[in-house]
């Protein structure tokens, strides 16, 4: 890895720091500031349809004026909206809280595009480890952002107020990560311009299965992590367990993030996208066989673990489906259809848990699981037809017309 990637595994970090701190404390504060109850996780609903909503200006942006002024836009957007989120927390204004994380979506949008800039700095042959490694860094995530949340929960005089504080400090470090990284000159045009429409590239079977599995893998993923901290609370089990609970669940999906690539690079997407299935039905039976503190870790565990495998190889998949120049909106319908499996998600996870309960959850969450499943087995059986094997077949470079080869650091 050069100092491209290592900064970028940092922005990762970083990125997820931002996401798990959401998670863990926005349904909190939306339960205590929500006129009813099942209006709870209506603020993480506002993140990702925030980032549903941004994939196009995001996609625009970042073709027009290259990687790097981009994603500082989205760290700009980043610090504002989280001291509205302080401000909102303050003032116990529930729709402004909505408001300021439905902004934050668009670095949410942002940073999903972290991971595919790792491939695009790596050479052809390392690609899968660079997205594995990138994604990695989340880890930072799972470290930093249970223990910001717990730590600046009572930091302000407002419950919680502290943490959107913090975080506006995390986008501040982040950017000056950000000035230290040197990206190839992109045309403003050209890269946005040429090749298949997204229309045409959804009709590709290959595309739309890793479009669909990663966007799927995130909501299972998303349904049962944004309803744990609702569910234990429900359960009588206090904060910091929750945050404990969390921080082994953001383990799990980045901590395997070290080997997956070699995985994929041995095995192929398919398999180790299979594995993934399997890991979160394990999930799922352990959460139904109890409602102890061991139960919610182990299942949160395996939750993440199996995002893992299933969201690195949907996205090492896609990375075959497109050409160069049609990089921008192939990743951008990606990133769109999973912020809108993730904002249906989002609100299902607390009308469910608040209304239905935390077994009638996890049930429901099979349902994606075997659609994906179904899809992973009609193309590995189609996988000669369709030139899909264990490598991917039309490798996207990670040079084009469009930029030059990325500059190694020394």
């Known amino acids: ?53 941004f994939t196009g200006p995001v996609a625009w942006v970042q073709g027009r004026y290259g990687r790097k002024a981009g994603f500082f836009l989205g760290l ?20 402004l809280l909505c408001a300021a994380t439905m902004l934050a979506g668009y670095y949410s949008a942002n940073g999903q595009l972290y991971r595919f800039t790792s491939a695009e700095l790596s050479a052809p042959s390392a690609r899968e480890k660079a997205v594995s490694y990138v994604m990695a860094g989340g880890l930072i995530g799972a470290v930093i952002g249970p223990n910001l949340a717990a730590h600046t929960r009572d930091l302000a005089a407002v419950p919680f107020a502290g943490a959107y504080l913090a975080l506006a400090g995390v986008a501040l470090l982040a950017a000056g990560l950000l000035a230290c990284m040197r990206f190839p000159p992109v045309t403003g045009q050209a890269a946005t311009s040429g090749g298949r429409s997204v229309a045409q590239l959804m009709r590709q079977p290959v595309f739309l299965i890793a479009a669909c599995g990663g966007a799927l893998s995130y909501g299972v993923m998303n349904l049962l992590m944004a309803a744990t901290p609702l569910a234990m609370q429900q359960c009588g089990l206090p904060f910091s367990d929750a945050a404990f609970v969390l921080q082994w669940h953001v383990i799990g999906m980045f901590a395997p993030g070290f080997f997956t690539g070699h995985l994929i690079r041995r095995f192929g997407p398919l398999p180790v996208m299979g594995v993934g299935v399997g890991l979160n039905v394990l999930c799922v039976a352990i959460a139904l066989s109890g409602v102890e503190l061991h139960h919610f870790t182990v299942a949160l565990l395996l939750l993440g673990v199996g995002w893992n495998f299933l969201f690195t190889g949907s996205t090492t998949l896609s990375l075959s489906a497109y050409a160069p120049q049609e990089r921008n909106r192939a990743q951008a319908a990606i990133n769109f259809l999973l912020f809108a499996v993730m904002a249906v998600t989002s609100f299902a996870s607390g009308a469910l848990v608040t209304t239905k309960g935390w077994s009638l959850l996890n049930l429901g969450s099979l349902v994606p699981l075997a659609m994906i499943a179904a899809g992973l087995a009609w193309l590995a059986r189609n996988r000669r037809h369709l030139s899909v094997s264990g490598q991917s077949a039309k490798p996207c470079p990670p040079s084009s017309s469009i930029e030059p080869a990325p500059v190694r650091d020394s």
């Open 1 to 53: 890895m050069n100092r491209n990637l290592w900064l970028l595994t940092a922005l990762q970090g970083l990125f997820l720091t931002n996401n798990v701190t959401f998670i863990a404390i926005n349904g909190l504060v939306g339960l205590a500031l929500a006129p009813l109850g099942w209006m709870a996780t209506l603020p993480v609903m506002g993140y990702v349809v925030g980032g549903a909503v």
């Open 76 to 95: 700009a957007v980043a610090f504002g909206s989280a001291l509205l989120c302080a401000v909102a927390a303050y003032t116990r204004n529930f729709w």
